[in-house]
């Protein structure tokens, strides 16, 4: 079969160093006419909750127009009912317990319902982050699990982060993240102040104590590759 893009993600599973993290986890850019490699930067990094490295070709792309098309990988996205299956009203997150410890009942609910923070059995009581963009599509949703007395994130016996799209076992799910909380950029007004930490619960917590801004957190991927920001429309 003759390929249709000038560009595509290698499909072998040779790996190279991500520019990003140094892993060797770079999925590179094949051109399909000379099936060599690009350059070592175009590519997409296989550790997408750590990292999420994506960055395509570019270049040479003015001449002609209909040979230079880069093959366009559509990001996943989870259809909106997931939003109700995981919101799980009988059994709290160890989160959301931890949440109610210390504020009051009306202005969690408020923050669960802004975020549409979400409970699974992944792990016992463990917490969904949604991702949804600024369109109100759901980009992926991060799960992580909580102490529900010290609020600190469980690291052992290790680092219990994984997607919802891991849970439901969809196959070759192209996560393609966007801000926590993004999907409420459209609430704030022009004069509106936004304000973006690192962590989801710093946000959550935040939106409870400064409820006027609105809260958005990059949930530490360390990179901003990928993200979509629409602040100024
Ligand atoms: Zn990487």
Redesign the pocket.
């Known amino acids: 079969m003759k390929h249709n893009y000038k560009y595509s993600l290698d499909r072998s599973s040779k790996k190279f160093v ?1 520019p ?2 140094n ?1 060797k ?2 999925v590179k850019f094949v051109d399909n006419e000379t099936n060599h490699y690009l350059n070592s930067t175009d590519g997409r ?1 296989d ?1 997408e909750s750590k ?1 999420g ?1 994506f960055k395509k070709p570019t270049s040479n792309c003015i001449t002609n127009i209909n040979n230079c098309i880069t093959e366009v990988i559509q990001p996943s996205y989870h259809n909106r009912k997931v939003l109700q299956d995981y919101c799980n009203t009988k059994q709290q997150s160890n989160f959301i317990s931890y949440l109610l410890k210390h504020f009051e009942p009306k202005a969690v609910s408020r923050v669960v319902d802004l975020y549409y923070i979400g409970t699974t059995n992944y792990w016992h009581r463990a917490t969904i982050f949604w991702q949804i963009d600024t369109k109100n599509v759901i980009r992926g949703g991060k799960i992580m699990q909580y102490n529900c007395g010290t609020g600190k994130r469980v690291k052992q016996p290790f680092n219990h982060v994984s997607w919802i799209h891991k849970q439901l076992k969809i196959k070759n799910f192209i996560l393609q993240q966007c801000l926590f909380g993004l999907h409420n950029v459209n609430r704030i007004t022009k004069k509106g102040t936004i304000c973006i930490v690192e962590s989801e619960k710093t946000a959550i917590i935040m939106s409870i104590i400064v409820p006027s801004f609105l809260w958005l957190a990059t949930g530490a991927t360390g990179v901003f590759i990928g993200f979509q920001i629409v602040f100024f429309k």
Request: net charge positive; glycine share 0%; proline share 0%.
């Open positions: 991500c990003n993290c892993k986890t770079l990094c550790r990292c490295y």
